[in-house]
């Protein structure tokens, strides 16, 4: 087997390493810092709450900190983690990682929820 | 070639590259999906942690609500912008080791080890305040911070909260401890990420990762930025409820 042959192979196989450059890293940094300061002043104002049930209430401002707290966390994955550039391979990690994550959270909140329902 | 059948067992690599990969790029990626495999036990680790901090919440609600204004929005999103700034910082050091520039990989691993001190510096004031107060689940807590709020001026003039019934108030060591479970935990990853930035300082100045071999810098990288993530999380749930 020549040399040249397997490197060719190796160049269709695999992923070219990709540098981000100093700017779009500037720039996520901007957004992160601009989303921490709008979740905190958020965190002041009064957003209301939701009575979809009686003894169940959604509260907006955890919703909506929680919300930007996700967009911040996809910022850092994709750029500073480097996932929007990487293999399928990573991508199929990460999200397997989240979904496994929020389906044991999910399966728990499930029970928690239906135990003693509108008894607290 | 002669010595082609020696050539093809132990053909020329980087002295970075292991033996058993046959590329450096073979050998990036399949560490670099090993690092995200142990970046989801973290992720399972620290959801343990956040599952209980979301049922104890619930249960707890007025517990959680005045004890979250103990704490010091001030220090908490200070800390949040440094941590943000060293998790830029250190994306900038993987960058320098890219381009191969020592000095400037030097520098931002230095940049990024001294934000990584001044969040645990921001940390220690905190744990300080709360020690001082009582607010430290064990023997020595005292619920009277919420038995009585007028009790503590400072924070009653901001947010005039109600008294808490006692049992609702003796509550109030389960947010402290979860605080403390949570924050703490995150810390000690902050403390193990700035040993190993130390090392990395050391090794970056001998030119070790900037002749090509990214690898580790990368991986460190995905680290830090994973302990940032978390933070990102800890920071509303932990010091933004209900400061209207």
């Not at chain 1, 994709?78 to 999200?95: A, E, G, R």
């Not at chain 2, 038995?147 to 901001?158: I, R």
């Not at chain 2, 040993?195 to 900037?210: E, K």
Request: charged residues 15%.
């Amino acid at each position: 087997m020549s040399e040249n042959s397997s490197g060719s192979q190796h160049e269709q196989q695999e992923h070219e390493h990709h540098i981000v450059s100093p700017l779009t890293y500037l720039a996520i940094l901007i957004a992160l810092l601009c989303a921490t300061a709008l979740t905190a002043g958020m965190s002041y104002i009064d957003l209301g709450e939701w009575h979809i049930a009686p003894g169940l209430t959604l509260f907006w401002n955890p919703v909506v900190a929680l919300a930007i707290a996700c967009t911040k966390m996809t910022l850092v994955i994709l750029f500073f983690m480097h996932v929007k550039y990487s293999p399928k391979l990573t991508k199929l990690t990460v999200m397997a990682g989240f979904f496994i994550f929020l389906a044991l959270i999910g399966m728990t909140m499930t029970d928690y929820f239906s135990r003693a329902w509108g008894r607290w | 070639m002669a010595s082609g059948a020696v050539a093809e067992a132990h053909h020329e690599h980087p002295p970075y590259q292991r033996h058993h990969f046959e590329t450096v790029d073979q050998q990036f990626d399949a560490t670099n999906f090993a690092m995200w495999l142990f970046l989801l036990t973290e992720i399972m680790f620290f959801g343990g942690l956040f599952t209980s901090y979301l049922i104890m919440r619930n249960w707890y609600y007025p517990a959680f609500v005045e004890g979250s204004h103990q704490l010091s929005i001030f220090w908490g999103t200070a800390n949040t912008a440094v941590l943000i700034i060293s998790s830029f910082t250190m994306a900038m050091g993987v960058w320098s080791a890219e381009m191969r520039r020592k000095g400037l990989l030097v520098f931002f691993l230095c940049v990024t080890f001294v934000l990584g001190l001044a969040f645990l510096g921001i940390k220690s004031i905190e744990y300080h305040e709360k020690w001082v107060k009582h607010h430290v689940p064990g023997f020595h807590y005292s619920a009277s911070s919420f038995l009585d709020p007028a009790s503590d001026p400072e924070v009653y003039k901001e947010y005039h909260d109600k008294p808490l019934q006692p049992d609702m108030a003796q509550k109030t060591e389960m947010y402290f401890f979860l605080y403390f479970a949570m924050t703490g935990m995150h810390a000690l990853h902050m403390i193990i990420g700035i040993s190993i930035l130390g090392y990395m300082i050391f090794r970056a100045r001998q030119g070790t990762y900037t002749t090509g071999h990214v690898t580790f810098v990368e991986n460190f990288g995905l680290y830090w930025h994973f302990v940032d993530i978390v933070w990102i999380f800890l920071y509303p749930l932990l010091y933004l409820i209900s400061r209207y």
